[in-house]
């Protein structure tokens, strides 16, 4: 009698040894790669820095952003996932808490690089650090 039960409990910790191999051969892969991105932005040749900076895999819809500092340099916080993205600039945002100040777009910039259905600057990221130039020409 005692054996067909030790039959039933070894087989239920087989099984559930099976599960936590399954568990751990495909929970312990490698994690997708990532890079960081920094670089400049130039209008025209000349240092760019009245917007940020949107970088948007349109295979994925994952990005990031990055305030262009003055002189034109930026660099993006988060590391992005290797692969292509679309960069386009967005309107910088105000101190959220000063007063609250009309949103504009510098007009001295094409349109173009406004959105990213129309923006013709595509950046790929590989594994580890990339330093870009974004050239923007009017």
């Known amino acids: 009698m005692l054996k067909k039960s030790c039959r ?7 099984a559930v040894l099976l599960a936590l191999l399954a568990v751990t051969v495909t929970g312990c892969g490698r994690p997708d790669p990532v890079g960081t991105v920094e670089g400049t932005v130039t209008l025209n040749g000349e240092p760019y820095s009245d917007a940020s900076l949107v970088f948007l895999s349109m295979a994925t819809g994952q990005g990031g952003t990055a ?14 996932p290797v692969g292509t993205y679309t960069v386009y ?12 100040q009309p949103v504009t777009i510098d007009q001295s910039v094409p349109d ?5 259905a129309d923006s013709d600057i595509s950046i790929s990221v590989s ?11 009017s």
């Not at 305030?67 to 992005?80: A, E, M, N, W, Y």
């Not at 173009?112 to 990213?116: A, C, D, V």
């Open 112 to 116: 173009k690089y406004w959105n990213e």
């Open 8 to 14: 039933g409990v070894f087989a239920g910790y087989s």
């Open 127 to 137: 594994e580890g650090p990339n330093t870009v130039e974004v050239r923007l020409e």
């Open 67 to 80: 305030d262009i500092r003055p002189g034109g340099s930026f660099k993006v916080d988060t590391p992005l």
């Open 89 to 100: 600039l967005a309107p910088k945002l105000g101190d959220p808490t000063g007063e609250a």
